[in-house]
């Protein structure tokens, strides 16, 4: 299994919160991705980074913010949570090689009421 | 456009039978495919990676297939068991960027019943 992490697994709050969703890995990788999952709909990429000080917006347009101080380290916020982002939250890693495989961690499932 | 599309959208089987799920895919130029298993609340795990030149890879009862120039794969289960309950998605890998884009499918919802 692999060593990434997120916290909390579970969040409810209220509209108009900051919130900071926490993703750390051990493994090292260089490579660290955020996406977001509705209920029987596909991954969405909505944040990567490929190292230390490197973030880039992904494919799905997200009010979120990312950053990575440290390579293992790569946390979420949102500013003002609102219902729109209640969603699945996945972080992913992965190392630069041939088939850059991506372990993901356990999801941090948000509502917002 | 590059899409991922899988079938059957929801599958249920009895424990102890054998089923196989379908991916179809537009994605160019290609890299390679994998599946992913997600069990309910936790993130995908990869169960086998294939690139192109690869037809077929096996990781215990799970045997994927590859054609590549039908652009189509199958994940075969053989004698399922109840923790074979899952999500199973096909993820097709680009080389068209430096970040090696991935393109998801909606996945299959497995459910095996004792």
């Known amino acids: 299994e692999a060593d990434i992490y997120q916290t909390p697994r579970y969040l409810v709050i209220g509209t108009g919160k900051k919130i900071t969703l926490e993703c750390s890995q051990t493994?090292?990788?260089?490579?660290m991705y955020w996406y977001q999952q509705d209920p029987g709909m596909e991954l969405h990429l909505i944040h990567y980074?490929?190292?230390?000080?490197?973030?880039e917006k992904g494919d799905l347009s997200s009010e979120s913010t990312v950053s990575r101080i440290r390579t293992e380290h790569f946390p979420l916020t949102l500013e003002s949570a609102r219902p729109s982002h209640t969603s699945q939250y996945l972080c992913a890693s992965s190392e630069t090689g041939s088939t850059d495989t991506q372990y993901f961690g356990p999801g941090t499932r948000l509502t917002v009421l | 456009k590059n899409q991922v599309e899988q079938s059957p959208q929801s599958l249920i089987i009895l424990e102890g039978k054998n089923c196989t799920l379908q991916?179809?895919?537009?994605?160019?130029?290609?890299?390679?495919l994998r599946w992913y298993k997600q069990d309910t609340g936790r993130g995908p795990v990869s169960l086998t990676i294939m690139t192109f030149s690869e037809n077929t890879k096996s990781n215990g009862r799970y045997t994927a297939t590859l054609d590549a120039d039908t652009k189509q794969s199958s994940l075969h289960i053989t004698a399922s068991q109840l923790s074979d309950s899952a999500s199973y998605i096909c993820?097709?890998?680009?080389?068209?960027?430096?970040?090696?884009?991935?393109?998801f499918g909606r996945g299959t919802q497995l459910t095996v019943w004792p």
């Open positions: 493994m090292g990788h260089d490579k």
């Open positions: 991916c179809n895919y537009t994605v160019s130029p290609f890299s390679n």
């Open positions: 993820v097709v890998s680009d080389r068209g960027s430096t970040l090696g884009r991935l393109y």
């Open positions: 980074s490929y190292g230390v000080n490197s973030t």
